[in-house]
């Protein structure tokens, strides 16, 4: 198949019958009026865990949200544009059940994809914005995903804004094959021409960035902030010990532990991320190290 036939297959409508199993899913059952703090087993009522951003309050663990409820979080009220939500999934090498799987995804995650994406304004500021959701198949990136991120940035380009890329991802996505490796591609040339237009790219990586994600735009920010105790590397920690044959460090490929290493600039804390976001907006526009030849 070529790829402008597999392109015009992936922004298509969707014509997947939804199976019996799958209509089982209608059950909103698995929403809970609470939730155990994975880090200190505390119970948490929902409404104040959401009232605090999805933050423990007894230990500060982050709790993972999906790309829309961070974008509510970072964006002023009712000023999200979305881009590239006609883009929806395909499945371009005919891999067995995953029609399936993403619809189960779609009701289990109640996301239509692991990237939202668009723009808006921020303090009043214009942005464009890019957010992964885990809970979509473990925000693995697929061709919707890199789509969806490259007319995100190209709209940042064409309306002269920067971008904020907030990541949560497994990696590529093995049910697309050499189409989904090939977003690692297509993203990074986005961010490369980002720079060359002089366009800033915050990224946000929060738990967890790993895989093809990690290996392409997620690193490639001018200003890469974390979320604490942020899962963030390539080859998970398991794979590595069982590669090696050796322990890892403690907190290894953590986000505290990339900030000591250079990889990563400035964890941040989900409260104060709109704020620092607006900072670095506000400091890129007065010009501060930029190259004016």
Same mark, same amino acid.
């Given at each position: 198949?070529?790829?402008?036939?597999? /392109?015009?297959?992936?922004?298509?409508?969707?014509?997947?019958?939804?199976?019996?199993?799958?209509?089982?899913l209608?059950? @909103?059952?698995?929403?809970?009026?609470?939730?155990?703090?994975?880090?200190?087993?505390?119970?948490?009522?929902?409404?104040?865990?959401?009232?605090?951003?999805? #933050?423990? =309050?007894?230990?500060?663990?982050?709790?993972?949200?999906?790309?829309?409820? @961070?974008?509510?979080m970072?964006?002023?009220?009712?000023?999200?544009? =979305? %881009?590239?939500?006609?883009?929806?999934?395909?499945? =371009?090498?005919?891999?067995?059940?995953?029609?399936?799987?993403?619809?189960?995804?779609?009701?289990?995650? @109640? #996301?239509?994809?692991?990237?939202?994406?668009?723009?808006?304004?921020?303090?009043?500021r214009? %942005?464009?914005?890019?957010?992964m959701?885990?809970?979509?198949?473990?925000?693995?990136?697929?061709? %919707?995903? $890199?789509?969806?991120?490259?007319?995100?940035?190209? #709209?940042?380009?064409?309306?002269?804004?920067?971008?904020?890329?907030c990541?949560?991802?497994?990696?590529?996505?093995?049910?697309?094959?050499?189409?989904s490796?090939?977003?690692?591609?297509? &993203?990074?040339?986005? +961010?490369?021409?980002?720079?060359?237009?002089?366009?800033?790219?915050?990224?946000?990586?929060?738990?967890p960035?790993?895989? $093809?994600?990690?290996?392409?735009?997620?690193m490639?920010?001018?200003?890469?902030?974390?979320?604490?105790?942020? /899962?963030i590397?390539?080859?998970?920690?398991?794979?590595?010990?069982? &590669?090696?044959?050796?322990? /890892? =460090?403690?907190?290894?490929?953590?986000?505290?532990f990339?900030?000591?290493?250079?990889? #990563?600039?400035?964890?941040v804390?989900?409260?104060?991320? @709109?704020?620092? +976001?607006?900072?670095?907006?506000?400091?890129?526009?007065? $010009?501060?190290?930029?190259?004016?030849?």
């Amino acid at each position: 198949m070529g790829f402008g036939r597999f /392109l015009k297959k992936v922004v298509a409508p969707k014509s997947v019958e939804r199976s019996a199993v799958m209509a089982k899913l209608d059950d @909103r059952s698995f929403f809970r009026a609470k939730h155990e703090c994975p880090a200190c087993s505390v119970h948490i009522e929902e409404q104040e865990l959401s009232a605090n951003l999805f #933050v423990c =309050p007894q230990c500060g663990y982050h709790f993972r949200i999906t790309g829309p409820e @961070r974008i509510k979080m970072l964006l002023d009220p009712n000023s999200f544009v =979305p %881009v590239g939500q006609e883009v929806l999934p395909a499945n =371009p090498i005919e891999f067995p059940e995953y029609a399936d799987k993403i619809l189960f995804a779609e009701d289990k995650s @109640r #996301v239509d994809e692991a990237v939202s994406a668009g723009y808006g304004m921020i303090a009043s500021r214009p %942005v464009a914005i890019a957010a992964m959701s885990f809970q979509f198949l473990g925000g693995s990136m697929g061709s %919707v995903v $890199g789509e969806r991120i490259a007319r995100c940035l190209t #709209v940042a380009m064409e309306k002269k804004m920067p971008a904020v890329l907030c990541t949560a991802s497994g990696g590529a996505r093995m049910q697309e094959g050499i189409f989904s490796l090939m977003q690692m591609a297509k &993203t990074s040339h986005l +961010l490369a021409l980002m720079a060359r237009e002089q366009l800033p790219v915050f990224l946000v990586l929060t738990d967890p960035t790993t895989g $093809g994600v990690t290996a392409s735009f997620a690193m490639l920010g001018d200003v890469i902030l974390a979320e604490p105790n942020a /899962l963030i590397g390539f080859a998970g920690p398991r794979v590595i010990e069982g &590669t090696i044959k050796q322990k /890892l =460090p403690e907190g290894f490929q953590r986000s505290e532990f990339l900030v000591e290493k250079g990889f #990563v600039d400035c964890v941040v804390e989900r409260k104060s991320l @709109r704020d620092t +976001l607006i900072y670095l907006i506000d400091t890129h526009q007065k $010009g501060y190290g930029r190259n004016k030849s």
